[in-house]
């Protein structure tokens, strides 16, 4: 029988330091982090079809195409290797065979990389839901959190150009509703096992060595300081935050929602989310 792969999930709402956290761990000589890898079927037929068009965050972290990439390519191939192992087929729309695939696909990075664990940042419940039911998974919950007003903020000015009379592609409040629901859901239902980890933003961002030591320490291994400096790295990362295609960086909270929302945007965000605030020990004062 094959051994379970273990894998760190990020569990959580986008805009909220995920992939900051995924590209540290990342860094690991013994984790592999492959950004939000649920995208990877959509990028299956772009290995045999160059004309099917891919947008610029269609880019691996390395600045080139996913199936341009030669890891990616080589990872590919191991995982026709492992499916014909199991006499299946990589099928990423065939619910029976999800996690199968997925298997095939994890087992394929880790023979690429030679690493020991996945760090997967996909943030999806759903998909952590059917990692948790199988027996091919060892999974590691990290159920990743950031102010609500701040969430919401960085949603609603995302394509938004400065200096120029553009309406919001998200909706600040929309984005309050959805934080609320999915925090919420996302505690109750995962908050009560033994292998859940709660992570404040706010406090990755202040303390990113003690935070990444307690993570390392509850998966029995010990933080390396080049992790914080993980620009340095060769990263692979399927989608995320653009601080993945930057170079040196600070890593540090940004609180740019505390200067530009207005006291409207404040109090009504902080009404809509209190009882989550509260729940997560954040203040409602600004």
């Given at each position: 029988?094959?051994?379970?792969?273990?894998?760190?999930?990020?569990?959580?709402?986008?805009?909220?330091?995920?992939?900051?956290?995924?590209?540290?761990?990342?860094?690991?000589?013994?984790?592999?982090?492959?950004?939000?890898?649920?995208?990877?079927?959509?990028?299956?037929?772009?290995?045999?079809?160059?004309?099917?068009?891919?947008?610029?965050?269609?880019?691996?972290?390395?600045?080139?195409?996913?199936?341009?990439?030669?890891?990616?390519?080589?990872?590919?191939?191991?995982?026709?290797?492992?499916?014909?192992?199991?006499?299946?087929?990589?099928?990423?729309?065939?619910?029976?065979?999800?996690?199968?695939?997925?298997?095939?696909?994890?087992?394929?990075?880790?023979?690429?990389?030679?690493?020991?664990?996945?760090?997967?940042?996909?943030?999806?419940?759903?998909?952590?839901?059917?990692?948790?039911?199988?027996?091919?998974?060892?999974?590691?919950?990290?159920?990743?959190?950031?102010?609500?007003?701040?969430?919401?903020?960085?949603?609603?000015?995302?394509?938004?150009?400065?200096?120029?009379?553009?309406?919001?592609?998200?909706?600040?409040?929309?984005?309050?509703k959805t934080w609320r629901r999915f925090?919420?859901?996302?505690?109750?239902q995962f908050s009560s096992l033994s292998?859940?980890?709660?992570?404040?933003?706010?406090?990755?961002?202040?303390?990113?060595?003690?935070?990444?030591?307690e993570i390392l320490e509850r998966n029995?291994?010990?933080?390396?300081?080049?992790?914080?400096?993980?620009?340095?790295?060769?990263?692979?990362?399927?989608?995320?935050?653009?601080?993945?295609?930057?170079?040196?960086?600070?890593?540090?909270?940004?609180?740019?929602?505390?200067?530009?929302?207005?006291?409207?945007?404040?109090?009504?965000?902080?009404?809509?989310?209190?009882?989550?605030?509260?729940?997560?020990?954040?203040?409602?004062?600004?």
């Amino acid at each position: 029988m094959n051994a379970p792969i273990k894998v760190i999930y990020i569990l959580g709402l986008g805009h909220s330091g995920s992939t900051l956290l995924d590209l540290i761990l990342g860094s690991h000589s013994q984790i592999e982090s492959v950004g939000e890898i649920k995208q990877f079927g959509k990028y299956w037929q772009t290995f045999s079809d160059n004309s099917v068009k891919l947008e610029k965050k269609d880019r691996c972290t390395c600045g080139v195409h996913v199936h341009e990439c030669e890891y990616w390519n080589k990872v590919k191939h191991e995982m026709e290797a492992n499916c014909k192992e199991f006499n299946t087929l990589p099928d990423f729309d065939n619910k029976e065979q999800y996690n199968l695939n997925n298997y095939c696909l994890l087992k394929a990075i880790l023979k690429v990389t030679g690493k020991k664990m996945i760090c997967d940042s996909s943030k999806n419940p759903l998909r952590l839901e059917s990692f948790l039911k199988s027996d091919l998974f060892e999974v590691f919950i990290i159920h990743l959190v950031r102010d609500s007003r701040a969430v919401a903020y960085s949603w609603a000015r995302k394509g938004v150009r400065a200096g120029k009379a553009k309406e919001p592609q998200y909706n600040y409040y929309k984005v309050l509703k959805t934080w609320r629901r999915f925090n919420k859901n996302s505690y109750l239902q995962f908050s009560s096992l033994s292998n859940y980890f709660f992570l404040k933003y706010e406090n990755l961002a202040n303390n990113p060595q003690k935070i990444v030591s307690e993570i390392l320490e509850r998966n029995n291994l010990e933080f390396e300081s080049d992790q914080l400096q993980f620009w340095k790295f060769k990263h692979h990362n399927i989608y995320g935050n653009r601080i993945r295609t930057r170079g040196e960086q600070e890593i540090k909270i940004d609180g740019s929602y505390l200067e530009y929302l207005t006291p409207q945007e404040w109090w009504l965000g902080t009404l809509m989310t209190m009882t989550g605030l509260r729940r997560f020990n954040y203040p409602l004062q600004r």
